[in-house]
């Protein structure tokens, strides 16, 4: 029995060896939540592609954790406000529609289509489907502050620390998918 004790005992050691660093995983989330993938995927990803080297039973809160890490360990100077993902998202929209106007002008039913779910997306993302909808939610009117310039990320750490902070960042994400 003290045999078997100590392979279990080896094999934990030798898989905590191999461990990526909090460092490495928050780079996974970070670039995942940068190519616009959801908790679930990249914990899919994880999962799928690292599951020996990752803390027993991680699991979707901890790739939040992991982002909300990384977010904190970024410079202040280098966070982008919801104005400007809202305008790196525009300029996204402008290069896929360029991309394919001549075909829409020539009548490709295809283009056209796609046109048009660039055009949604995009009408979605300004909220001009819905301009008079009112959302009483604390952290949507953060956002939409952050979003006008009236108070920016520093203030949000300053006022109510940085757990609010990433609060707000997730209620971004989700008002610009």
Do not use: C
């Not at 982002?67 to 280098?78: E, V």
């Not at 489907?129 to 300053?158: C, F, H, M, N, Y």
């Amino acid at each position: 029995m003290t045999f078997r004790k100590d392979l279990d005992k080896i094999e934990e050691e030798r898989r905590s060896l191999l461990l990526l660093t909090n460092e490495e995983r928050n780079a996974i989330v970070w670039a995942g939540r940068l190519r616009g993938k959801s908790f679930e995927e990249i914990h899919y990803f994880l999962i799928t592609n690292y599951s020996s080297q990752l803390p027993k039973d991680y699991s979707l809160k901890d790739v939040q954790k992991d982002l909300s890490s990384a977010l904190n360990k970024l410079q202040p100077a280098y966070l982008e406000t919801a104005a400007e993902l809202v305008q790196i998202e525009a300029h996204r929209f402008d290069v896929m529609l360029n991309s394919i106007w001549d075909k829409v002008t020539s009548g490709d039913v295809k283009a056209v289509d796609a046109a048009l779910s660039i055009s949604r997306e995009r009408r979605k993302m300004l909220g001009l489907d819905e301009p008079d909808k009112i959302q009483v939610d604390w952290k949507v009117t953060l956002a939409q502050l952050i979003q006008s310039g009236d108070i920016t990320p520093a203030d949000i750490v300053r006022d109510f620390g940085e757990e609010v902070l990433t609060e707000v960042n997730y209620k971004l994400l989700e008002l610009n998918k």
